[in-house]
């Protein structure tokens, strides 16, 4: 399956924030999406996960409307977003019946995995900002997405979450989602994604495939010279 963008512009009322977006994202693969703050990193992924409506292009996945397939997305995003009602537990129960998944080994995996079994019976409000982010990502997970979003995602997790994770996308990318994740990080984008984009002002400046960039055509070039050089080139 393929997730499209193609020639998005878009934004906020009638302030057009990014230009003439197009790249696809294939199950199987990581993107990864960087850029300045304000670049538009965010922007470009809520037209991804449907909170924001494209002002010009669209965005498909399979060549079909996004709308007819937005249950194939889950998004992560940079402020977990939990339901303030809702315990640990209750909040994963919910997620497991709205979209009829059945995986308790897995979710019990993730919980040990992430070490949040003494959170389970906690609210939100009493949850550290790492401990709600391994909720949203365990959610995220056990919905069973095609296509995985996620905005800045390494910030709150520990060592030990952040390895974990980062092991985590990988398994996913082999067992075929596709995942676009947005991320100040230039040496994990490098080391985890298989294509990188850079946003720089909202318009797409560099999208290719980072192993085969550094390995034959720009050797000893690294993502981060290639990122500077385009902001620097810019100014
Ligand atoms: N809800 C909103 N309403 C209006 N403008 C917004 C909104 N969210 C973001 N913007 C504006 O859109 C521009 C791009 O913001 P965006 O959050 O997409 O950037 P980003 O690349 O994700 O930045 P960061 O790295 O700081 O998270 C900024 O100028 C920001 O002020």
Redesign the pocket.
């Known amino acids: 399956m393929i997730l499209s963008l193609n020639h998005v512009s878009g ?2 009322l009638t ?1 057009k ?1 990014i230009r003439d977006i197009s790249f696809d994202i294939h199950t199987g693969e990581i993107i990864g999406l960087v ?1 300045l ?7 470009t992924l809520r037209h991804i996960i449907g909170t924001l409506k494209p002002m010009d292009g669209d965005v498909t996945i399979n060549k079909q409307d996004w709308y007819s397939q937005r249950d194939k997305l889950a998004l992560i995003p ?1 402020k977990p977003q939990l339901y303030p009602n809702l315990t640990v537990n209750e909040h994963f129960e919910f997620i497991k019946r709205i979209y009829q998944i059945d995986k308790d080994d897995y979710l019990n995996a993730l919980i040990d995995r992430y070490s949040i079994q003494a959170h389970m019976n906690k609210y939100p409000y009493a949850l550290s900002k790492g401990t709600q982010q391994k909720v949203s990502i365990i959610s995220a997970m056990i919905s069973n997405p095609t296509f995985l979003v996620i905005d ?1 995602p390494f910030m709150g997790l520990d060592p030990r979450g952040l390895k974990y994770f980062m092991e985590d996308l990988i398994r996913l990318k082999e067992e075929g989602v596709g995942i676009i994740l ?1 991320t ?1 990080m230039l040496n994990i984008a490098e080391s985890l994604c298989d294509r990188v984009i850079v ?1 720089h002002e909202g318009n797409q400046k560099f999208y290719n495939d980072v192993p085969y960039l550094s390995a034959v055509h720009m050797k000893d070039v690294t993502l981060e010279d290639i990122f500077f050089s385009i902001i620097e080139d810019k100014k």
């Open positions: 934004g906020y302030r924030i850029g703050n304000g670049a538009g990193k965010s922007t940079d800045e947005s100040h946003l």
